[in-house]
């Protein structure tokens, strides 16, 4: 059981199933007598590991073999580059729903046409936006799934025949999804699979290859794919704590997993609409039931409301910068029972 109601942005929690079989690795992994942290990747163990880790992806999403699974170094962040290096030949559409999206489409504009197709910023990013044109000429479209920092989160992807990559770092296996809707989806780990380090990257094998330019090795999936995820030395811990989250998952099914957030989602809904002390941020048909972004109506009881929090063992709640107030993130691994501990807090400070 978890003592502390976490609900960090990211590093965040995770099931505690993962990190106990991830304690037992770091000192006897998979009986070989040394530590997760002292054996070769190319051992028979690790590669074992890998290829599970891989496999279990496909297996969650029900992937043919048209798909394939990379675990990669450098977070979601350098995706935002990779992602052009190895799609952008003429013009990228994207859209701007956030500071990650923006990050993204910033990389992007190094390698190629970059178009803003849609954009939230002009209402500080507190929705979706919807019904914009796709040109038909794009290279691929890019968009966030769920944006992390300003707590909105698309309900229903756009419909397409451009090729569609999504980041879905912050609410990856957190809903039954058709994954094959997109020819690309990366995840940084560290919000809902595991430990940072590891980026989980899901790619159709055919739009390889398309573009003409240099693709340094480390850039170039199909580097990694021809080396079945082991161009170079993989992150192995955290690959293998993020195989524990994945099995975890399988074993209650994405189904009642996206049960379980939905309900911890409407009850912290429901009380910051129904509390008069709070409000949300975010338009109500675009929240994200990962992270949900709240405000105090008086500013001048913040920290009596984080002491509060402070209080019911309730971390991680204080808001992003450029949002101010508070985000509670609902990763799978978060307990009903915490979100009603911050109701709980909530009630009780009204
Ligand atoms: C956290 C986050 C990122 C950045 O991930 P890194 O692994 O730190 O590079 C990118 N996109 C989204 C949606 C995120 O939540």
Redesign the pocket.
């Known amino acids: 059981m978890h003592k502390v109601h976490n609900f960090s942005a ?1 590093p965040a929690i995770l099931p505690q199933q993962a990190i106990d079989a991830g304690v037992e690795a770091l000192k006897n992994f998979a009986d070989t007598g040394l530590s997760i942290l002292e054996v070769s990747h190319r051992s028979k163990e690790f590669v074992a590991v890998m290829e599970e880790a891989r496999a279990t992806v496909k297996k969650l999403w029900n992937l043919s073999d048209d798909y394939e699974v990379l675990y990669l170094q450098g ?4 995706q935002f580059l990779t992602v052009a290096y190895n799609l952008l030949n003429t013009r990228a559409s994207y859209v701007d729903t956030g500071t ?1 999206s923006s990050k993204a489409l910033k990389e992007a504009k190094r390698l190629g046409q970059v178009e803003v197709i849609a954009s939230s910023k002009d209402r500080n990013y507190c929705y979706i936006p919807k019904g914009f044109e796709i040109p038909e000429d794009s290279d691929y479209l890019h968009i ?1 799934s ?3 920092i300003f707590g909105s989160q698309y309900h229903a992807f756009p419909d397409t025949n451009v090729s569609m990559v999504c ?1 879905m ?2 609410d990856i296996f957190s809903r039954d999804i058709d994954a094959t809707k997109f020819d690309l989806i990366y995840a ?1 780990a ?2 809902n699979l595991g430990p ?1 380090g590891a ?1 989980l990257v899901v790619i159709k094998k055919e739009i390889l290859g398309k573009v003409s330019r240099e693709i340094p090795s480390m850039l170039d999936y199909n580097v990694h794919l021809s080396k079945d995820s082991m161009f170079n030395t993989p992150p192995a811990f955290p690959v293998y704590v993020v195989l524990q989250t994945l099995k975890w998952i399988d074993q209650q099914g994405i189904e009642s997993i996206e049960k379980r957030n939905l309900e911890k989602a409407e009850l912290l809904y429901k009380e910051i609409d129904n509390n008069e002390l709070f409000k949300g941020t975010v338009d109500k048909e675009d929240r994200s039931f990962m992270n949900a972004t709240f405000l105090l109506n008086d500013e001048s009881l913040t920290d009596d409301f984080m002491n509060a929090c402070k209080e019911a063992n309730i971390s991680g709640i204080k808001g992003h910068r450029s949002v101010g107030g508070f985000r509670a993130s609902m990763y799978n691994a978060l307990d009903l029972d915490s979100v009603k501990a911050l109701v709980n807090v909530m009630q009780t400070f009204k």
């Open positions: 990211g977070g979601a962040s350098t990650w966030t769920n944006n992390t980041d770092s912050s940084g560290q919000k940072a980026t």
